[in-house]
């Protein structure tokens, strides 16, 4: 296990306005939700410094264990608090060997506790960093943990077979993991859960996955109560995208619904990485968006990829106005952004959803 504690500095005392420029933490992916007029945005975080008080590059932050950090808004966005972290590796180490964390989802249940779903990184040994479990954990305020936390309910590892046989792809058995991709394609994905909470106040997870080395899917699973959390229930089929030939990662899934048209609308981020020796200047990114009236698809394209041109990427849906036919949204710059931007958050967009075009100046 990493010693990381010093990679986890406290709150930053001061308030971020039209973005997040955080001095001590590189942040990126994003995940909300939204209660009692407050706005909840959360991201993974790393510390900009090592241990010796040097600077940490961020092109090096995958030998190091990242943590959830958690930021707060009142005013739709415009500002955001620094409420330190939220989760981290420390938090599961009595009941599990995961190392680090990686992007998740969170969303308010119907008895009003909050459902964070993240990812759980092992490891078997140096060449093989990246493999991704599913974990749990409830929370009555979204700044703490409340039950225990389950962080393998759904796993390559353990759950092989059946994962394999609702249609993803999964690498051989022994190069679970590897570092260099999976048989010519990227790495291993079964990563980034995003909870969804239906009109019945049923709950899914969905996820990204693989069908083929090179295309993504998007994985979900039906859960179910067990005590006071939860649990997976049933582990659904691979649903692919339309336009799957056009990228070889798929992330980040988010998934909003509108109810007066019956119309699912899903984000993910997209790229075409093919292994992690890349440098990032060779791998373009974007989100697509697409529209269906099933949560299990197909899914209809809603237009051309999305925000690549300002190098965001990771984005959450902070508020949906269906009746302006748009979604408020936040998003992280990649690391192509330049020295100052890379890896801090863009101040609030617009998406529109019909025909599909992005707004930057909010007023």
């Not at 890349?278 to 899914?299: A, F, L, M, R």
């Not at 302006?324 to 936040?330: A, E, G, T």
């Amino acid at each position: 296990m990493h010693d990381h504690s010093f990679l986890i500095p406290p709150a930053f005392p001061e308030v971020f306005t039209n973005g997040i420029a955080h001095p001590l933490l590189y942040l990126w992916d994003s995940w909300s939700y939204f209660e009692d007029g407050t706005y909840h945005l959360y991201c993974l975080a790393l510390s900009r410094a090592k241990a010796d008080g040097m600077p940490l590059e961020s092109s090096d932050r995958n030998v190091y264990p990242f943590h959830i950090r958690h930021f707060t808004s009142t005013d739709e966005g415009v500002s955001w608090k620094d409420e330190g972290c939220f989760l981290s590796p420390e938090d599961w180490r009595n009941v599990s060997e995961s190392y680090t964390v990686w992007s998740g989802g969170i969303e308010l249940l119907p008895d009003g506790n909050k459902l964070a779903a993240f990812t759980a990184l092992d490891k078997t040994d140096a060449k093989h960093p990246f493999i991704q479990n599913i974990g749990l954990v409830v929370s009555a305020d979204g700044f703490q943990q409340d039950s225990e936390i389950k962080t393998k309910i759904s796993s390559p590892v353990k759950d092989r077979e059946e994962i394999l046989d609702k249609g993803y792809y999964l690498g051989p058995e022994a190069e679970l993991g590897n570092d260099e991709g999976e048989e010519g394609g990227p790495i291993l994905a079964w990563r980034d859960p995003f909870v969804f909470v239906h009109e019945d106040e049923t709950v899914s997870l969905l996820w990204a996955a693989k069908i083929s080395p090179l295309r993504g899917a998007v994985a979900r699973a039906k859960l179910k109560k067990a005590g006071n959390s939860y649990e997976l229930d049933e582990l659904m089929p691979a649903v692919a995208m339309p336009d799957k030939e056009s990228f070889t990662q798929l992330e980040c899934p988010k998934v909003v619904f509108d109810k007066n048209s019956n119309t699912y609308y899903l984000l993910i981020s997209v790229c075409n990485r093919v292994d992690e020796s890349q440098p990032e200047s060779e791998v373009g990114k974007g989100i697509n968006v697409y529209k269906s009236k099933s949560i299990d698809g197909p899914w209809e394209s809603c237009g051309p990829k999305i925000l690549g041109d300002r190098n965001l990427f990771g984005p959450t849906v902070l508020k949906t106005d269906f009746e302006n036919d748009r979604l408020l949204c936040i998003a992280p710059y990649t690391e192509v952004a330049g020295p100052v931007k890379a890896l801090t958050f863009a101040p609030v967009f617009y998406i529109y959803l019909n025909p599909l075009w992005v707004v930057y100046d909010v007023e």
